[in-house]
C-alpha cells in the first residue's frame, strides 16, 4: 500500500501566504497547487515551488553548548538560563508562527516578564498601530484601485505573486506608478517610474502627490528592514487624500502578531541589538528568527548573542551554525502546525497540520519555570477572539511628524529582501550598505553589479551557480 498524506496548507515565503498543498508520499515531501486558493489561484513563485527544500532542512535536534542534548535536557537549561538572568529580556518572533503560537509565546513573555517583539518597533512608533488595522481583505483591492503606487519596493523580487496581480490589474486599465531606487524591470507592469535615491524617496513621493489622484492605494514594504519615514509619509498621504495603504511584510503571520499586540518595542532590531550590546536586554527568546544567520549585519547581531545571559532559540529550519550559549529547541516544520494565520490582506487562514508546534515547547518551558498555559484549544480561543475584534477595526490614519529618513547618502548597494534572503537561503539578492561598505561590496566576486538604476545607486544581486535570470515574477 502506498502511504499518502495530503496537508492543504500555505506558504510562509512572505506574508501573501499563497495556499497550497504540501504532499507526504512514501518519506518523500512534494508541493501541489491549490488551484481553488483565491490568493493565488494555485500560482507559486519559486520559493513556493521549491518549499519541500525548504522544509527538508529541519532542526531536528535539541542543542545546548554547540552539542546535542535531549529535549528535556534543553528545556531545563534554558528554563534556567532564562530565570537567572541579571537585566532585560525580550522575547522576538519575527513572524513565521501560528497566531496560536504568537499568542502562547506573549503569554509565556508576560509571565517570565519579557518584552515582546517582531522586530517593527520603528514602524510602529513612527504611525501607531491604528494605521495597520484592516485597509483591505483581499488581493482584490489592487483590482478596484485607479491608481497604485509602488513605494520602494520590488513587487517581483520580494512578494512575485504581487507583481502578477498588478500585470493582471494594468491590462484593465489601473494606473501603476513606482517611486523608488529601481527603475527597468519594473516597465513591464508600471505606466510611470520615478526612480530617486534612498535617502530622497520620501522628498519624491511628496513631490509626486502634487499631482496623484485621490484615494490611491499606496503599496509599501514595512519589514524590519523598511523604511520607518517612508511608512510615516505614506500615513499622512493616506490622511490628506482618504487613500489606503497596503503596508506589505516580509514574514508569515506579522498581522497575527500585530493584532495580538506584540510589538513592544519602539525600535527595530537594530535597536535591540544596540540594548543588548549596551547590557540593558540580557535574554532574548527567538522564536523562527535566526538572524545571526540571515539578517543584513548578521555578524553584529551573532556577536551581540553571545554576550546574552540567557539565548533560547525555537527553530524549525536548520541553520548552519548557532552562536556557542544557544539553547536550541526544534519545532516542527511550518505545515505539519495547527492553528491560524492573518495575511497581509488581514485575512484569517487556516494551517490544517496536526502539531502545536511552540505553542508546546512553550508550555514545556513554562513549566520548568513555574507557570502553566492552558490547553491548545483554549489557546486558539482566546486568541482568535483578539483577532476577530483586531479584524473588525478599519485603519486610521492621523498625520505625524516624519522621522528622519535612514538612507544612506552617495552611493550605495540596495537591500532587496525576498523570501530566500530573510531565510538565510541562497539566491539572488542584493545588499544596501552605507559608504563606509560600499568599497568592500563592491570588490566582492559574488556581486554581480547593474549600474545605473537611479542616480548613485547600484543594485548587486548576489551571485548563485543555479540561477542566471532574476527571481521570476511567478510560474
Ligand atoms: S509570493 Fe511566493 S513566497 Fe510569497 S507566499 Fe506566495 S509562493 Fe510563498
Not at 194 to 222: G, I, Q
Request: hydrophobic fraction near 40%; aromatic fraction near 8%.
Amino acid at each position: 500500500m502506498i502511504s499518502l498524506k495530503v496537508t492543504n496548507s500555505h506558504c510562509p515565503g512572505c506574508s501573501l501566504l499563497c495556499g497550497v498543498q504540501m504532499i507526504e508520499r512514501e518519506g518523500l515531501l512534494d508541493v501541489e497547487f491549490m488551484k481553488d486558493c483565491d490568493i493565488n489561484s494555485g500560482k507559486l513563485c519559486r520559493f513556493g515551488i521549491e518549499l519541500a527544500r525548504y522544509y527538508g532542512e529541519l532542526q531536528t535536534s535539541a542543542l545546548a553548548g554547540g552539542r546535542e542534548v535531549s529535549y528535556e535536557e534543553a528545556v531545563t537549561l534554558a528554563a534556567k538560563a532564562l530565570s537567572s538572568s541579571r537585566g532585560a529580556g525580550v522575547a522576538l518572533c519575527t513572524g513565521d508562527a501560528t497566531t496560536e503560537e504568537l499568542y502562547a509565546l506573549s503569554l509565556f513573555a508576560d509571565a517570565a516578564g519579557l518584552a515582546t517583539t517582531l522586530g517593527l518597533g520603528h514602524h510602529m512608533h513612527a504611525v501607531g498601530l491604528e494605521a495597520f488595522h484592516k485597509t483591505v481583505t483581499h488581493p482584490d483591492v489592487l483590482d478596484h484601485a485607479q491608481m497604485i503606487v509602488l513605494v520602494d519596493i520590488d513587487p517581483a523580487y520580494q512578494y512575485p505573486l504581487l507583481a502578477r496581480r498588478l500585470m493582471l490589474v494594468r491590462e484593465q486599465g489601473t494606473t501603476i506608478v513606482s517611486i523608488g531606487p529601481e527603475k527597468e524591470h519594473l516597465s513591464f507592469y508600471t505606466d510611470a517610474r520615478y526612480p530617486c535615491h534612498p535617502s530622497r524617496t520620501v522628498d519624491a513621493l511628496r513631490a509626486f502627490v502634487e499631482h496623484a489622484m485621490p484615494h490611491a492605494l499606496y503599496v509599501v514594504p514595512c519589514g524590519m528592514y523598511g523604511d520607518a519615514a517612508l511608512t510615516a509619509q505614506v500615513n499622512n498621504i493616506c490622511a490628506a487624500t482618504s487613500s489606503r495603504a497596503l503596508f506589505v511584510t516580509d514574514f508569515a503571520n506579522v498581522r497575527g502578531g500585530l493584532a495580538l499586540g506584540m510589538e513592544s518595542l519602539s525600535h527595530g532590531i537594530d535597536g535591540l541589538v544596540a540594548s543588548i550590546e549596551a547590557g540593558d536586554v540580557t535574554s532574548l527568546v527567538l522564536v523562527e528568527s535566526p538572524l545571526f544567520s540571515s539578517y543584513l549585519d548578521d555578524a553584529r547581531f551573532w556577536a551581540a548573542c553571545e554576550t546574552l545571559d540567557a539565548l533560547v532559540v525555537l527553530q524549525s529550519h536548520r541553520c548552519e551554525a548557532y552562536p556557542p550559549n544557544a539553547i536550541v529547541l526544534p519545532l516542527p516544520p511550518f505545515y505539519q502546525r495547527k492553528g491560524t494565520l492573518r495575511n497581509v490582506c488581514n485575512r484569517r487562514l487556516v494551517l490544517s497540520g496536526e502539531a502545536e508546534g511552540a505553542v508546546a515547547v512553550l508550555r514545556d518551558l513554562g513549566a520548568a519555570m513555574g507557570h502553566g498555559l492552558s490547553p491548545f484549544d483554549a489557546v486558539a480561543k482566546e486568541a482568535r477572539s483578539l483577532c476577530d475584534a483586531w479584524y473588525e477595526t478599519v485603519a486610521t490614519f492621523t498625520p505625524v511628524e516624519l522621522p528622519p529618513q535612514a538612507g544612506v547618502e552617495g552611493p550605495c548597494h540596495r537591500y532587496v529582501p525576498n523570501p530566500y534572503l530573510v531565510r538565510g537561503m541562497p539566491n539572488p539578492r542584493s545588499k544596501r550598505v552605507g559608504l563606509d561598505l560600499y568599497a568592500v561590496a563592491k570588490g566582492k566576486e559574488r556581486y554581480v553589479i547593474r549600474e545605473d538604476v537611479a542616480e548613485d545607486v547600484v543594485f548587486a544581486y548576489e551571485k548563485d551557480p543555479r540561477y542566471t535570470l532574476p527571481l521570476q515574477p511567478y510560474e
